[in-house]
């Protein structure tokens, strides 16, 4: 299967601390997505990364991925209690038409 | 405002009592897809569209069925649901058909079948 997987399944931190999750992959991608869900809520999109590409930064984002390695980071500095929620990567494997996610990352912000 | 509405929210219902879950857009997406959702297992697509009139099979098509005969709307169908289609679906849409860009998700629903 294409579906990436995350890692830690879940990740406590203090507030102001910086969260790093990681996700893999097993084959060639056109992209790579990272979306976060609040508790039972729909998934929101925070950023896209392109296979071409090795870094992106949003705000507090930043993703790097290394297609050699077939994997991602997802790094939010300075985090807050807001930012608790589940974080999905999901791909995009070339030449195909859907989205496959992994099965997320349980980030808790403790304030 | 922009956004994916998804109806019912909620539905308890029984084994083989034919549903349908709505889901409309109003971006003028030309790609939609079904998601069921299950702890452990992530996300799961079950269809998706690229344009209207064209559907396509995701991971776990099996017990469902859509259609796109408008461009905003993709019902997703279950004929006769069984207990193990209990579970959290989300629809989504992108306006590329090539998922280069964002997708955007409806706010689920969350189906019990007894």
């Known amino acids: 299967s294409q579906q990436g997987e995350e890692d830690p399944q879940a990740l406590s931190i203090q507030e102001g601390e910086n969260a790093t999750m990681n996700c893999s992959y097993k084959?060639?991608?056109?992209?790579l997505q990272w979306y976060r869900q609040n508790s039972g809520r729909g998934l929101v999109h925070l950023i896209l990364?392109?296979?071409?590409?090795r870094e992106k930064h949003s705000g507090r984002l930043r993703v790097t991925l290394d297609t050699s390695k077939k994997s991602s980071s997802l790094l939010i500095t300075a985090s807050r209690a807001a930012d608790t929620a589940s974080y999905f990567c999901?791909?995009?494997?070339?030449?195909?038409?859907?989205?496959?996610f992994g099965t997320g990352t349980r980030l808790t912000v403790i304030p | 405002e922009a956004q994916v509405t998804q109806n019912p929210r909620y539905l308890i219902t029984v084994t083989g009592k034919k549903l349908t879950v709505t889901c409309s857009q109003n971006?003028?997406?030309?790609?939609m897809s079904w998601y069921r959702q299950d702890p452990g297992l992530g996300l799961r697509q079950i269809y998706y569209?690229?344009?209207?009139?064209?559907?396509d099979k995701g991971d776990v098509p099996e017990g469902y069925k859509v259609s796109r005969k408008e461009k905003r709307n993709f019902p997703l169908i279950l004929e006769s649901p069984s207990p193990n289609q209990t579970s959290l679906y989300f629809c989504?849409?992108?306006?590329?058909?090539?998922?280069?860009?964002?997708?955007?998700f409806g706010p689920g629903t969350r189906l019990t079948v007894l």
């Open positions: 989504a849409s992108s306006f590329e058909r090539s998922l280069t860009d964002t997708q955007y």
């Open positions: 999901a791909t995009l494997q070339t030449g195909a038409n859907n989205l496959f």
């Open positions: 569209s690229m344009n209207v009139e064209v559907t």
């Open positions: 084959t060639s991608i056109n992209n």
């Open positions: 971006m003028n997406h030309e790609y």
């Open positions: 990364i392109r296979s071409n590409e």
